[in-house]
């Protein structure tokens, strides 16, 4: 290898370039005679620096390397997956590694010329050199560097190279020198890159066909294949099906050295036969489209069914004949009707009948009839109108104004939570649990890009629309000053995570495949055994997503749009999802009183700073192996998260499986590097904000008093075996127990899914009726018989009758069962009704 010709002296220019930027995440960058260094508060070296025309520099999964004291050989070099940096700012380019098991230069050889040396000086001899690691763990003698005495890898005899460095690696990079153009290549990168090209158009090949399939469903491309040899079938027995449709297509071909009569003949028929394919399949939707919006199925009698149900039921099950995808019904679901005024007055007035006395229901009819006469035709009018060029009139709005326009915190007051298993825990060890249950939700995610889950399906028959699913994953709530935005990424192939303080960017892929459990476990573990402590102003820094919102967009907007701030957040906000390792260990404990309070509120708030409530959901694996979630409600309501819930525990319980020991099943790959630790440049300002945030979502959290208990007695089959629906048992239940504890009844919310519409979400369902009341006034007055029901009478009014601060609300179960919950209010924040 012929050597570089002695660099040129140039003096620094001054520019200012930071020492140690989150370079792993988004690059870092380096000017002609300037160089980073640890040593200067400035970093910016005043000594000269060799010139050299800065070409394509990449790093990749599997690629190790220590930067030297020279500039970065490209403006904006970026690093991938699995690739670690030592933090050593010594002048060598690359790690030395041991000898490879078969003894000098192992499978990890590098292609291409090698130039490497000491910034301002000359090579050194060439006989000396270092060693590359490759996938393998074997290393390639690289010529043209000094040699060192070899250093064990991670996993294989000394711990874990330290992460509170950032990590980058060269992969091919090209200079211009006065000799030519000097090439640097890895094969190993190379390979890597090959791999996640050949991942990445799967994924793509994978997209359009299921895209296809969903397009023509519920026909399929073998029922293309029918009508076309029928078609030609028909020709061969002298038959024409098209009634002369199919020669005039032929004569209307362009005449063709290449196709005889007969090719044109048979392109004819071919044409003809798609036509009439496309039109069937277009008849079909239409068809489908017209059964979805009978909805007299919800209104037949228990164990009963009309002859006009059982029909659509057959029909529906013909055209429903082949698996559907998720997203297979989507365009034939019906659009969400407007409804009329006189029925959403008579509906309202009807709510709050039970909750005014005769004089001020009196005075709201007055007002509704005005609206009805006046306003109401005007916005009607609006509302019809929008129905016609939207696909859903009130989705958009309901996203906007419900949640996305709220600036009070998100904490407490939005998100919500699910819990792990109650009675089991599969292992014990937190870095295990948390590599089965990371890989089965990408599995989950996979399935999700791919479109393979089956969509819900009311008795089997009635498909929900799966819209809300599509930003599950690689989705951020974005802060402010007027309004939230959600940020989606079509894909992200890494994974944020939170230990003691501080955070981490675990890459999920390598060679274009999902990590293992068992790597994932290692991944972890290396976090967990990382001593370095938090960065100032690190380790709350999540709090600003806990606190008011816009403090929170003010703050980014001033502290983390440039430089390694705006990186580092990057890195978090474009990742899958967020991961924390608790430090605290909670669950379920047979008789010990308050596990379950604890565990609620730790999921429901936590620390405040140790969860990225922006994010869609954050993952919460404890210290005894207990999982969690705690997800932001704005891009899609609960059950959407329940779907992934249930897959996730079923896939770690029963398909990953754990060993004796409580590990994840495998061997784990040592050469993998490790997890990179993000870099932040916090100002005292940027602390103080955060300090401020964490003050208000404190004193919000410890204001929550949160009862969370089991109930074994009975469930809903003991409920259904009465012939009665669990969701109304618990809503008049709720009504009871609210009317024995404050003596009056107040406007009660429950939501209620309307995914049998198109983009459908939730809608208000009002249980506290007049035939609940009356139900029970019945039961709180012990004279009072079923015969001897009286008519609704009307609950008078007063201030009484509002739940007062740090008072609770009765709401529905999520899951519809059986056990009671409370909403519970914080003081000063105001009445959700």
């Known amino acids: ?409 998100l904490m407490v007051n939005s998100n919500y939570y699910a819990m792990d298993f109650l009675y089991v825990n599969p292992s014990h060890i937190q870095a295990a649990r948390a590599g089965n249950v990371v890989h089965a939700i990408l599995l989950y995610r996979r399935k999700l890009d791919r479109g393979e889950i089956p969509p819900m399906m009311a008795l089997n028959i009635v498909p929900m629309c799966s819209y809300q699913s599509e930003r599950m994953f690689n989705t951020t709530r974005i802060p402010g000053k007027e309004t939230d935005t959600l940020l989606h990424l079509v894909d992200s192939k890494h994974l944020a995570v939170y230990h003691k303080g501080r955070f981490y960017k675990v890459w999920l892929y390598y060679g274009g495949q999902v990590l293992r459990p068992r790597d994932l476990e290692m991944q972890f573990q290396r976090i967990l055994d990382d001593p370095s402590p938090p960065q100032p102003g690190e380790e709350r820094l999540a709090a600003l997503t806990a606190g008011e919102r816009v403090p929170w967009a003010e703050a980014r907007a001033r502290f983390f749009s440039h430089g390694k701030n705006k990186a580092s957040l990057d890195a978090i906000e474009r990742a899958a999802f967020f991961l924390t390792l608790d430090e605290e260990e909670h669950g379920y404990v047979p008789g010990q009183e308050g596990c379950m309070d604890a565990y609620a509120k730790s999921l429901l708030h936590g620390q405040c700073y140790d969860r990225w409530f922006d994010k869609s959901f954050t993952l919460v694996v404890y210290k005894n192996g207990k999982l969690g979630a705690n997800a932001e409600h704005s891009w899609a309501d609960a059950p959407i998260i329940g779907h992934l819930w249930e897959f996730m525990l079923a896939t770690d319980k029963f398909q990953l499986g754990y060993t004796e020991g409580g590990h994840c099943l495998g ?45 074994n007695q009975f469930g809903k089959g003991l409920i259904k075996k009465c012939r009665t629906s669990p ?24 939501a209620s899914m309307t995914r049998l519409f198109r983009e459908g979400r939730t809608e208000t369902v009002r249980s506290c009726t007049a035939e609940a009341t009356a139900f029970v006034r019945s039961m709180v007055d012990p004279h009072q018989t079923v015969s001897s029901l009286p008519t609704p009478a009307p609950q008078p009014s007063g201030p009484s009758c509002r739940p007062q601060p740090g008072g609770t609300v009765p709401a529905a179960p999520l899951s519809g069962g059986p056990i009671p919950w409370e909403v519970p209010i914080p003081q000063g924040h105001p009445h959700p009704s």
């Open 667 to 711: 061997e784990p790959d040592t050469l993998l590097a490790p997890p990179q630790r993000l870099q932040w440049d916090i100002p005292q300002e940027c602390r103080a904000a955060i300090e401020s945030s964490y003050r208000l979502a404190k004193a919000l959290a410890d204001d929550v008093d949160f009862c969370c208990f089991q109930f």
């Open 1 to 409: 290898m012929s050597q570089s010709p002695p660099s040129v002296p140039v003096p620094s220019r001054g520019v200012p370039v930071p020492s140690e930027g989150p370079s792993s995440l988004l690059g870092s960058r380096s000017l002609p005679g300037v160089f980073q260094s640890r040593s200067f508060p400035e970093g910016i070296h005043p000594l000269p620096v060799s010139w050299s025309l800065s070409g394509v520099s990449r790093s990749l999964p599997g690629v190790s390397q220590t930067p030297s004291r020279c500039p970065s050989p490209l403006p904006g070099s970026r690093s991938l997956p699995g690739v670690s940096q030592s933090p050593s700012g010594g002048v060598h380019p690359l790690p030395v590694s041991p000898p490879g098991p078969r003894g000098g230069a192992g499978g990890g050889r590098s292609g291409g010329r090698f130039h490497s040396g000491r910034c301002g000086g000359s090579h050194p001899p060439p006989e000396s050199g270092y060693r590359l690691p490759d996938a393998a763990g074997a290393g390639a003698a690289v010529p043209g560097a000094a040699a060192r005495p070899p250093r064990p890898r991670a996993g294989a005899g000394r711990p874990p190279p330290t992460m509170a460095e950032a990590h980058q690696a060269v992969a091919f990079q090209f200079t211009v020198t006065p000799e030519g153009l000097d090439f640097h290549l890895s094969r190993e990168a190379v390979k890597q890159l090959y791999l996640a090209g050949l991942s990445s158009w799967k994924k793509r090949l994978v997209r359009a066909k299921n895209s296809f399939l969903t397009g023509v469903y519920p026909a399929s491309p073998s029922s293309w294949m029918v009508v076309v040899l029928a078609t030609a079938g028909s020709f061969y027995c002298q038959v024409d099906p098209s009634l002369g449709i199919i020669a005039r297509i032929r004569h209307c071909l362009p005449e063709s050295q290449v196709l005889s009569p007969e090719s044109r003949t048979v392109v004819s028929a071919v044409i003809f036969s798609t036509g009439v394919w496309l039109s069937a399949v277009l008849l079909f939707r239409q068809t489908l489209k017209l059964l979805l919006s009978y909805h007299g199925w919800m209104f037949e009698p228990h164990g009963k069914m009309s002859r006009r149900t059982k029909i659509w039921v057959a029909l529906m099950k013909v055209l429903s004949v082949r698996k559907p995808l998720l997203y297979s019904f989507q365009t034939s679901l019906p659009k969400l009707p407007v409804p009329s005024v006189e029925a959403t007055i008579a509906r309202y007035l009807e709510s709050v009948r039970p909750l005014m006395d005769d004089e001020k229901y009196g005075k709201m009819e007055a007002l509704a009839k005005e609206f009805k006469e006046k306003t109401a035709p005007r916005l009607q009018k609006y509302l019809i109108l929008k129905s016609w060029w939207t696909t859903n009139y009130v989705s958009d709005w309901w996203e906007e104004y419900i949640y996305l326009r709220g600036r009070s915190p």
């Open 727 to 750: 969701d109304a048992f618990i809503q008049i239940s709720l009504q009871l127990a609210h009317f024995r504890d404050k003596g009056c009844f107040c406007l009660t919310y429950e």
